[in-house]
């Protein structure tokens, strides 16, 4: 597995950040699937440890979940 | 601004997150900046539109919060 997949389902805050993460890649490096569309691949998605939409499988086998982990109140605090 | 900046904490799943996205990204196209260390950087990473970390800054100015946007029991729903 040499590409990133960027999972995602059309939604605004999908197109966004497909379009940031196709150009910060490279677009050859990077398959996107709309699970919203292609719902077969769901499942795949699931499988591989996708939560939430969008989120990008790179080759290591990690998920990215676009959009938490700590507020910066959290971090101020 | 050419290069993205990452924004962490040096949490667990920022550490995790940094070594995906300086690996993908290239760690020439990556300033990586610890707001847990570096205090003072914290009122910019809000200037910026920085809600929690990690947090992505694109050279185009948007931000990508490595992790939400809908669950995928959402996407199914």
């Known amino acids: 597995?040499?590409?990133s997949?960027?999972?995602h389902a059309g939604c605004p805050v999908c197109v966004?950040?497909?379009?940031?993460?196709?150009?910060?890649?490279?677009?050859d490096n990077v398959s996107v699937v709309n699970i919203g569309e292609e719902r077969a691949r769901i499942s795949e998605a699931e499988a591989v440890?996708?939560?939430s939409?969008?989120?990008l499988l790179?080759?290591?086998?990690?998920?990215?979940?676009?959009?938490?982990?700590?507020s910066i109140e959290d971090v101020k605090a």
């Open 49 to 51: 440890g996708v939560k």
């Open 5 to 7: 997949i960027f999972y």
């Open 53 to 55: 939409v969008p989120a």
């Open 58 to 70: 790179t080759p290591n086998g990690n998920v990215l979940h676009i959009n938490y982990g700590a």
């Open 16 to 27: 966004d950040a497909e379009q940031e993460l196709v150009t910060l890649l490279g677009a």
């Open 1 to 3: 597995m040499s590409k």
